[in-house]
């Protein structure tokens, strides 16, 4: 098959009949791609008609490659070659540390990946799935020295701070209007003792 007219491109909403028709082909979690659609890359023809797609989950500085799925497998390494140039210049504009990916094919392996050790095993991000089982990762370049802010973290910290501190303030508000409700419950009585010590003198009542 002619590959000159092809390139790779983000996936769009006009690729998906297409994609789950790929995804199907390969009994992956159509579903949950479906609402993954941001992630894919597409081979497109140049007609608009996918021979390919692949994933790419980028997580805190790390990338995960996952779901490739291809119209004809004959052409997957031609198309892997494409894909991976694809990623290299994603990773460069995301200045990505590693790569991850639960793919087999040998391509992999023969581009760098390599099963990680435990220490590396424990840096990829959770949200790539379950660290146990068959992982091949590609260190890219060095971590850097002060890790990067995970702006979605971050805002959840601080959404908490905010809620802790206005719980706080409501506590001590309603701190403090307990005690303004026990001073004013003191001085009413007070007040009614003083009224009721007056009266009783202006009528000549003599207190023992």
Do not use: C
């Not at 052409?75 to 790569?99: G, I």
């Not at 392996?109 to 990829?124: D, I, S, V, W, Y």
């Not at 590609?138 to 850097?144: D, N, T």
């Not at 003191?186 to 009721?196: Q, R």
């Amino acid at each position: 098959m002619e590959l000159a007219g092809l390139h790779i491109r983000r996936a769009t909403v006009d690729d998906l009949p297409q994609l789950l028709e790929l995804w199907r082909s390969e009994n992956l979690p159509w579903q949950d791609l479906e609402r993954r659609l941001t992630e894919f890359q597409v081979a497109d023809d140049g007609t608009g008609q996918v021979l390919g797609a692949m994933g790419v989950h980028i997580h805190s500085q790390q990338g995960f490659i996952h779901s490739e799925s291809y119209r004809h497998w004959e052409l997957a390494d031609q198309l892997r070659d494409l894909f991976w140039e694809r990623l290299q210049s994603l990773s460069h504009n995301f200045a990505l540390v590693r790569l991850w990916t639960r793919e087999t094919a040998p391509y992999w392996h023969a581009n760098g990946f390599q099963a990680p050790t435990a220490e590396l095993r424990q840096k990829m991000p959770v949200h790539f799935g379950d660290r146990d089982g068959h992982w091949l990762v590609l260190s890219l370049r060095a971590e850097p020295a002060k890790p990067v802010v995970d702006l979605d973290k971050e805002f959840e910290i601080f959404q908490e701070a905010e809620r802790a501190r206005t719980e706080e303030a409501f506590k001590k508000a309603r701190s403090l209007r307990t005690l303004a409700l026990v001073l004013a419950g003191i001085l009413f009585v007070g007040v009614v003792i003083g009224m009721s010590y007056l009266l009783f003198r202006s009528q000549g009542f003599r207190f023992p």
